[in-house]
């Protein structure tokens, strides 16, 4: 696909999106395999090294981590509040370079926390810097493709997810193990400030990048004329059902892959069912496997949409019909809190981790295939202020639902969510139809 157009500088666009998508990810990702260690659960209990973890520390521990984990996820919702409108005025070149410097203080100043307050406190400001990476990704998008190539790019760079989550859980246990958790921290949050650079010294528009040919930037235009700069208020895209659908199928859906990162390690290590239990030893390769296969979903249902459209169906019907597959895909992960195969369990979830992945590579495509670019930053920007509020209601008592009745009822949930979420979207949205600028005029 790609060699039959004109020019391909647009796909190093995506794969600097992959690099800066890989890195926010890593660095988001640690502390959920920071928190097996039990060095650092004694130190933000306030404990000494000599006295036990026993059961009823680690459930009080667990519960505390649902509140660092949701005020994180607070403070990402108000960063899309904050960080789309900004992306959306100053542009994304400037925009993700501040949400990149923020999130990479944050993540090396966990290096120095000594408790919960200062862990919440770090943890609070990654949130608001990190919020700025998918609008950014998005809006970026809008402006370097097409409308048929989008869901695959989109696929593309979220792609990057996985891969950050595939070497935290590669590097992280190792850097904890050899040079203690505080490291993890340091050496990982160091990766932002050379993201930093690369981005600021290399990104640009289409049209004002010497890289890019007359044909491909013709290629890039083809399907919409240029769009004059628009400045509209949330209250006015929160007025249009296309906005409500990208918020609600985001409210319901991205909480389920906030609780995938957060308790997919404590679930191995101290899931009661499961044959064998996975340490910070043993972590590397079933996390390489279950986002490996995460990887090809997010590719692979990216592609899958783009080449229906391409067939000829519209981006109503390739759309819906591709999350009706990854939503389906979805319904096995009941049955991962039950078995007591490791290797089932790895099965099941790497299943539904990679149909999440699809889901949102088409998801993302809402915000740029229903509104203009000039906006497209802010409505991602509220449909992932949603997503984290629902992220925020499930952190907050997963702890104390693990403590209780175990993962059963999560995964429960897991399994069903995406159903509700198309049948909602379908009753907002029959019909996939454009907002126009005019119409935000």
């Not at 990654?126 to 790019?153: D, H, Q």
Request: hydrophobic share 50%.
């Amino acid at each position: 696909m790609i060699s039959t157009s004109p020019g391909t500088f647009r796909w190093r666009i995506v794969a600097l999106l992959f690099i800066a998508t890989t890195i926010n990810y890593i660095d988001r990702q640690v502390l959920s395999f920071t928190m097996t260690d039990e060095l650092f659960r004694k130190e933000m209990l306030g404990l000494s090294v000599s006295e036990v973890l026993n059961q009823e520390r680690v459930d009080q521990f667990r519960v505390e981590y649902s509140k660092v984990d949701s005020a994180f996820k607070f403070a990402y919702a108000i960063g899309f509040l904050l960080l789309g409108w900004v992306i959306d005025r100053i542009g994304t070149r400037r925009g993700f370079s501040l949400g990149i410097l923020v999130w990479s203080i944050a993540a090396v100043g966990t290096t120095f926390v000594q408790g919960l307050t200062g862990l919440k406190l770090m943890r609070v400001m990654l949130g608001l810097g990190e919020a700025a990476n998918f609008p950014a990704a998005i809006k970026t998008v809008s402006e370097w493709f097409p409308r048929r190539e989008r869901s695959f790019a989109n696929g593309l760079f979220n792609a990057g997810t996985n891969v950050g989550i595939i070497l935290t859980a590669l590097v992280v246990p190792y850097i904890i193990l050899h040079f203690g958790w505080r490291s993890s921290f340091l050496i990982t949050g160091l990766l932002g400030f050379a993201l930093l650079i690369f981005w600021w010294f290399t990104y640009s528009k289409p049209e004002r990048n010497r890289l890019v040919s007359a044909g491909e930037l013709a290629y890039i235009r083809s399907e919409a004329p240029q769009e004059p700069a628009e400045r509209v208020s949330w209250l006015r895209l929160l007025a249009y059902k296309q906005t409500w659908a990208y918020a609600i199928g985001k409210f319901l859906t991205d909480p389920i892959w906030w609780f995938y990162m957060a308790w997919l390690p404590d679930f191995f290590n101290s899931n009661e069912a499961l044959d064998q239990k996975l340490d910070l030893k043993s972590f590397g390769i079933p996390f390489l496997i279950i986002y490996v296969v995460s990887d090809a979903g997010s590719i692979f249902f990216g592609w899958l949409s783009t080449q229906l459209m391409l067939r000829g169906w519209s981006a109503n019907r390739a759309r819906k019909s591709t999350m009706l597959l990854c939503a389906l895909c979805v319904v096995p992960i009941m049955y991962a809190a039950k078995t007591n195969s490791l290797t089932v369990a790895i099965a099941l979830i790497s299943l539904a981790t990679a149909a999440h992945q699809g889901w949102s590579a088409n998801m993302y495509t809402f915000a740029s295939d229903l509104f203009p670019k000039t906006v497209t930053a802010s409505v991602a920007s509220i449909g992932g202020m949603f997503g984290a509020v629902g992220g925020i209601l499930l952190a907050r008592y997963s702890g104390d639902i693990i403590n209780a009745t175990g993962y059963y009822p999560l995964f429960i949930m897991a399994g069903g969510v995406y159903l509700l979420a198309l049948l909602l979207i379908h009753i907002v949205l029959p019909r996939l139809e454009p907002v126009t600028l005019e119409e935000l005029r």
